[in-house]
């Protein structure tokens, strides 16, 4: 085996080979030729990646590893470590594509020759796209001593183990695209450590993306002083320039690897630093059209102590416990007059006492624009509903405006009586990204615009057009500034007129009245009774071998339709997912999602309730969402309903539950069926139908009710409704 020679985990070889690691532990039982550990632990143990293809091939498991698979294995086993190689893979696919005839004349000599060729090419290619490694100014704002280019270029020492990696990566780059590529590796190795990064997810990044770049002033220079992975400077279409800085040197390079390949040289300027950004600012005499951040939250080392008299703070000092008020105020302090910042920040930076001061002078100024409310799971810590803080530089041609917009899309309108079964709005698998942007952007565009164009003579505050009840509310400053300066968007937005106003509850209470009477003609007549029935039994598992169902489980692919949800199912309501626009991980091809058809049977695997839903015409062609499964029955042999009705009995849920873990999950190949024949499985099936249209009414007269008597509450308290 050559020496540095790749090392790829148990895991790795079930990705290679396509199966599962139990298959990968029983070659290594059952085969003496499996080779042997090379590294790694005794529970996790590491082996030769050569080695292991040449057994995979040998054993006819492995007709060709895929080219990504194999750059990916290279890169996670380098010796340096995945983090050192995914940069120096970074440099030469930024070298494949802006100097794609230096590369074919490097890639021509021996390894050892390369590496050495190779480092002087790099540290060309990196001044000339990043400026020199040691410099003290550049000359565009400046960098202090502390924090340098965050780029270094690789010593020929340092290339040689990795020139095997990015050789390969340069033949994945032919077929994808140095981006891709890049894009690729980048992606595989957040997915491997989702602890290490703190993401912003791809349609927030969009969302305060557009914030920045809506109005008659395009953001062409734009700064991400907490710049993470990327993300938000990767969102914007037209930047001229983009100034980044990081406290954590490997994402600082990373980053500008990443915004250097998503650019060009002629379009672009990409300047990324490493260094603590409140202690040591990269860019001091900076001032750019637009700031981007996504800081850390609740931090208490920031640099309280330190930078008592910093003369960043024009607006007052943070106290220790406010950190984000530390970070718009140098967000503010890189503007240029009129300039616009977005920050993401918690809901308690909008209410704290500690902060007051702060807030309370940000909007006398003018400086605080807007305040949004985003609904819980937009982004980590995904149980909060965090908030975006939209502010502009005051400045001599800038008229400090007395009004703050206030967008709260936290919970948007639906039925005010939502059951049990229905969750509340909002979380990572739920949350609608284009009607989250829809609603801000309607209201902040109008706003932005009446802002730069000046308000209608003799108009009103606070009614510049934005108001939409419960949704946006443009508000006077001066209603604000009381002793508390709370600017949670939920205290001061009105709920919608109660219930749509007397019509609408008039409209809720006919509705109800019908609804009763259904629910009267479907209640069950009483059963006869008798004794217990002793049919012979098959399970589910049975079925599915025999051919008599399939079994199908969600969760998995992209595209743009609807996705049926473990809520609506247990909800009874229509499809209310959607579906990742790009897969998580780039690894293949996309994997097409399961789709539901008139029919199947859709059972929740989590949480030991007896719910089962048959899909009807309106559900069909709805992806398959987490934690459900999907039982297809050929009609041949049953009946849907048949099946639904039995698989929700309590006892068979019992014994094809595990109560291992705090979570109960359903194993639906251990649910029990009868052997009936076809006509009498319909017999029971049109019964099982009566019940499910008898618990359908009953659902929708506890939303109609809830809505009813919450209507009749807001609409007496409001004065919207009188007593009779």
């Not at 990696?165 to 890049?182: I, N, P, W």
């Not at 996504?294 to 920031?302: A, K, L, S, V």
């Not at 639906?668 to 499985?681: G, H, T, V």
């Not at 029971?684 to 939303?703: N, S, V």
Request: proline fraction near 10%; charged fraction near 20%; include cysteine.
């Amino acid at each position: 085996m050559p020496e540095n020679s790749t090392e790829v985990t148990a895991a790795g070889i079930a990705r290679l080979a396509g199966v599962g690691r139990a298959a990968v532990s029983n070659w290594r039982r059952r085969h003496a030729d499996f080779p042997k550990p090379v590294g790694g632990t005794e529970t996790s143990p590491s082996f030769a990646l050569p080695e292991v293809e040449q057994w995979l091939r040998d054993q006819g498991k492995l007709a060709e590893v895929p080219l990504r698979e194999r750059v990916w294995q290279q890169l996670a086993g380098h010796p340096a470590g995945a983090v050192p190689a995914l940069v120096h893979t970074g440099c030469a696919l930024l070298l494949v594509r802006d100097r794609p005839t230096a590369w074919l004349e490097i890639t021509a000599v021996s390894d050892g020759r390369m590496a050495t060729v190779l480092h002087l090419a790099l540290n060309d290619l990196l001044t000339a796209r990043f400026g020199p490694a040691n410099e003290a100014d550049d000359g565009n704002g400046g960098g202090t001593s502390g924090c340098v280019r965050a780029v270094h270029t690789p010593t020929a020492d340092e290339l040689l183990p990795s020139v095997p990696l990015l050789r390969a990566a340069a033949e994945l780059a032919a077929e994808t695209g140095a981006r891709q590529a890049f894009e690729f590796l980048l992606g595989r190795q957040l997915d491997a450590n989702p602890r290490q990064f703190t993401l912003t997810p791809p349609g927030l990044a969009e969302l305060m993306a557009a914030l920045v770049e809506t109005g008659s002033r395009p953001a062409r220079t734009v700064l991400d002083p907490a710049t993470g992975t990327g993300a938000l400077l990767r969102a914007l279409s037209r930047p001229t320039a983009l100034y980044a800085q990081d406290a954590d040197p490997d994402l600082a390079a990373l980053t500008a690897l990443r915004l250097a390949l998503n650019s060009t040289v002629e379009s672009c300027t990409v300047a990324v630093r490493a260094g603590d950004t409140l202690r040591a600012d990269a860019f001091p005499q900076l001032a750019v059209d637009a700031v981007l951040c996504h800081p850390p939250f609740n931090e208490r080392n920031w640099g309280h102590d330190e930078l008592a008299y910093d003369p960043r703070w024009e607006y007052g000092f943070p106290a220790r416990t406010e950190s984000e008020l530390a970070w718009v105020q140098h967000a503010l302090a890189h503007l240029r007059e009129g300039g616009t910042a977005v920050l993401l920040m918690p809901p308690a930076a909008a209410s704290r006492r500690s902060g007051r001061r702060i807030r309370a002078d940000l909007l006398r100024r003018g400086a605080l624009r807007a305040v949004v409310a985003l609904p819980a799971g937009a982004a980590p810590p995904y149980g909060i509903p965090l908030h975006l803080w939209v502010l502009r530089k005051p400045g001599a041609g800038v008229r400090p405006s007395p009004e703050l917009l206030l967008v709260d899309t936290a919970e948007p309108a639906e039925p005010a009586a939502a059951t049990a079964a229905t969750p509340p709005s909002g979380g990572r698998d739920r949350l609608d990204w284009q009607a989250v942007r829809s609603a801000v952007l309607d209201a902040w565009a109008p706003f932005d615009r009446a802002e730069r164009t000046g308000p209608e003579p003799d108009a009103p505050l606070g009614r510049t057009g934005q108001d939409r009840p419960g949704v946006s509310r443009v508000i006077p400053v001066i209603e604000l500034l009381d002793d508390d300066v709370d600017l949670a968007p939920a205290r001061h937005l009105p709920p919608p007129t109660a219930g749509g106003g007397p019509a609408e509850l008039s409209r809720v209470r006919d509705r109800l009245t019908e609804t009763l009477r259904l629910t009267a003609t479907l209640t069950p007549p009483l059963a006869d009774l008798s004794d217990p029935a002793h049919w012979p039994l098959t399970t589910v598992g049975e079925l599915a071998r025999a051919g008599a169902l399939q079994l199908r489980t969600g969760g998995s692919g992209t595209g743009p339709g609807p996705v049926l949800t473990e809520y609506d199912v247990l909800g009874s309501t229509a499809p209310s997912g959607t579906l990742p626009a790009t897969p998580a991980s780039t690894d293949g091809p996309p994997e097409e999602p399961v789709l539901v058809e008139p029919g199947d049977v859709v059972v929740p695997v989590l949480g030991g309730g007896t719910v089962a839903r048959v899909i009807d015409e309106a559900t069909a062609g709805a992806a398959l969402g987490r934690n459900l499964q999907l039982l297809r029955p050929d009609p041949a042999a049953l009946d849907p309903w048949f099946l639904a009705g039995f698989l929700r009995g309590t006892a068979n849920n019992r014994q094809a539950s595990s109560y291992a873990s705090t979570a109960t999950r359903l194993d639906a190949r251990r649910l029990q069926l009868p052997r009936l024949p076809l006509a009498e499985q319909q017999r029971y099936g049109a019964q099982f139908r009566a019940l499910a249209a008898f618990e359908d009414a009953l659902r929708l007269t506890g939303r109609l009710g809830g809505q009813l008597v919450q209507g009749m509450y807001d609409g007496l308290t409001d004065g919207t409704v009188t007593p009779k």
